[in-house]
């Protein structure tokens, strides 16, 4: 912490989370703990009203995690895996019968039974050698104090109803609590406790939310009402900052504004480099709703729809007249311009709840994508008939996922024919000629990728996974976070192994993974010669600006150096000098988190 002993402005600095600054008011926020107390009871109704008591609280807290989770804004439904973990623990029997069953057994009140089951799961928690496992008992914390905070009557912390143009400060803020800020109103937040890659800062990052997280003190150093500056992409707080810190940070603001508007009014140009290789630029979308931001955001095609959170609403399985209808709109509003539906992803770490499927140990490595729906031909074939028939309506692209072997990809595509051979007997139209692909994220299809690409039109890397199966590194799994290193020069050498396979057999390569929207791996993937790359909708216009200052010839000069180095960090290193060089303002206007 740095203090002006003349002006008492302090300065804290945390992890920075989102490029942006606010200046505003601080709100303090108690999340301290409820105050629980012990009681007694006697007799035998007093104990059947407390477990009333409770199974109440517990269906209200479980109707709040729905109702935020059905109400998450777009950006963020991707991070609805969270509230679904928190609604599990609600059903977990560690959780919700023991509580129950120590009401009974120990005449005990809900709330000191619930703090004694608390208690016993973080016992199990703590002896589990696993950082994070263990760090998963935070998730029981929340879910806790949110049954308590409904037990003591106490709602006035909703976080929903701060109505304010403020800076929300709290030592710790469930990604729950996020989902729930009024971001028409909440202006910012800050937190002692949370990391980059915490839960919470990746909802603030997709709802675009000014935050620094992991400053520690914030809560014992800053008062209700004081003014803070938060500098979201350096990581600075300042309090009660003087005159000058004021001028000193609305002119950077205003420098940050001025230069991410001049990224987005360039942002309808094409990605074409400085010697004249064009590359095409499209975006990942999860739901229709994404398909106009896409576009203004200069997405010159869909190269992603991921057509899972259609499933995983809650509301059963969507019907095959839900999803042509979803389909087709897409395709109406891009057209001419490409869309890759891709086919259902359900399993890894998004489960339907009315998904046939048992619980499996390690679901990354099971009943994922395309296995699921080899297994359930039934589900498979709704989807596909209503993307055939979306295929009147534009230019829509199949793309299956997950593909591991040549097996498996001819299986899928003997279900299309079947499918098309279904709407031809039903005299439905549908486009014969539209273009199949697969995604590419599975190692082995990496190594066959030269048998796989005499049957499809098109491969997209999906390096998200890839990643995970290549280095053997869970993708949700904090623990092994650092391990996960798009730069690891075996993930570049499988990359480029899938693009030389693509161009040898006369089909368009293109990457869908988180790799295509960093700043720090577009000279590697145009070096490597990738066709497109499909990213974030907001990751669009600077990728394209970072294409038309780059040369195709020095791409591939940096590419053949980097594959001379034999380490991720050599890697990083090497294009972090590179990007420093050639955007020095990308840093300190932190777009280079990563
Ligand atoms: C990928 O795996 O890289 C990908 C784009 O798909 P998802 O993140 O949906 O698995
Ligand atoms: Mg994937």
Redo the contacts with the bound molecule.
């Keep these: 912490m740095r203090e002006d002993p003349v002006s008492g402005e302090r300065e804290l600095r945390g992890v920075a989370v989102y490029p942006d600054i606010v200046i505003g008011k601080a709100h303090l926020v108690d999340r301290s703990r409820v105050k629980i107390l012990y009681q007694c009871l006697v007799n035998g109704e007093q104990l059947k009203r407390e477990v009333e008591r409770f199974e109440e609280a517990v269906h209200a807290v479980e109707d709040q995690f729905v109702s935020l989770k059905n109400k998450m804004p777009d950006k963020v439904k991707d991070q609805a895996f969270i509230l679904d973990s928190h609604l599990l623990i609600l059903k977990d029997s560690m959780f919700y019968d023991s509580t129950i069953k120590k009401i009974l057994e120990e005449k005990i009140n809900a709330e000191w039974a619930l703090k004694k089951s608390l208690e016993e799961i973080r016992e199990v928690f703590e002896q589990i050698d696993d950082e994070y496992i263990s760090n998963r008992v935070r998730d029981v914390e929340n879910v806790t104090e949110r049954i308590l905070r409904f037990l003591s009557g106490d709602t006035s912390q909703s976080l929903g109803e701060i109505n304010q143009r403020v800076i929300i400060v709290a030592h710790d803020l469930s990604p729950a609590d996020t989902t729930e800020l009024n971001t028409a109103k909440v202006k910012g937040f800050i937190t002692d406790v949370g990391g980059r890659t915490s839960h919470t800062a990746i909802m603030a990052q997709a709802l675009e939310i000014p935050a620094v997280v992991g400053l520690e003190v914030a809560t014992a150093l800053v008062e209700d009402g004081d003014l803070l500056i938060v500098d979201g992409s350096a990581g600075v707080v300042v309090i009660n900052p003087d005159d000058s810190t004021i001028i000193h940070y609305q002119e950077k603001k205003l420098q940050l504004q001025e230069y991410k508007s001049s990224i987005a009014r360039m942002s309808h140009l094409p990605a074409e480099t400085t010697d004249g290789h064009r590359v095409d630029i499209t975006a ?1 979308i999860e739901f229709l709703e994404e398909v106009a931001a896409a576009k203004d955001c200069g997405g010159e095609g869909i190269g ?1 729809y ?1 057509t899972e959170f259609l499933y995983l609403s809650g509301k059963g399985f969507p019907n095959e007249e839900d999803l042509f209808e979803d389909y087709r709109e897409v395709a109406e509003i891009m057209n001419p311009a490409p869309v890759s539906i ?1 086919t259902l ?1 359900l399993g ?1 770490d998004k489960f339907a709840s009315k998904m046939p499927m048992s619980e499996e140990i390690n679901p990354a490595l099971g009943l994922r994508a395309i296995r699921f729906c080899l297994k359930e031909p039934a589900i498979f074939k709704t989807q596909l008939r209503a993307i055939l028939r979306a295929s009147l309506y534009g230019k829509i692209q199949l793309m299956f ?1 997950m593909i591991s072997g040549l097996q498996e990809l001819l299986d899928a595509k003997e279900i299309l024919r079947q499918v098309k051979k279904d709407l031809d007997q039903d005299h439905i139209e549908y486009d014969s000629k539209m273009e199949v692909g697969i ?1 590419v ?1 599975i190692p082995s299809a990496v190594v066959i990728a030269e048998i796989l690409a005499r049957h499809v039109d098109f491969f ?7 990643i ?1 199966y290549a280095l053997a590194i869970d993708r949700v799994n904090e623990h092994v976070a650092y391990m996960y290193q798009p730069f690891h020069p075996a993930i570049l050498r499988m990359i480029q192994q899938v693009v030389r396979a693509a161009k040898n057999e006369g089909i368009k390569v293109s990457l ?3 790799m295509a929207g960093d700043p720090l791996c577009v000279f590697i993937l145009l070096g490597i010669g990738l066709d497109g790359l499909s990213m974030n909708a907001r990751s669009i216009p600077l990728i394209k600006k970072i294409v038309r200052a780059t040369s195709m010839e020095q791409a591939k000069i940096d590419l053949e150096n980097i594959m001379k180095l034999n380490t991720a960090n050599e890697v990083r290193a090497y294009i972090l000098a590179l990007t420093r060089h050639m955007f020095p303002e990308l840093e300190e206007k932190g777009y280079l988190l990563n």
């Design positions: 990942n992603l991921r891709r992803d890894g996922p995604m994220e997209s890397i999906g390096t998200n996974d890839l995970q869908c993974g988180e």
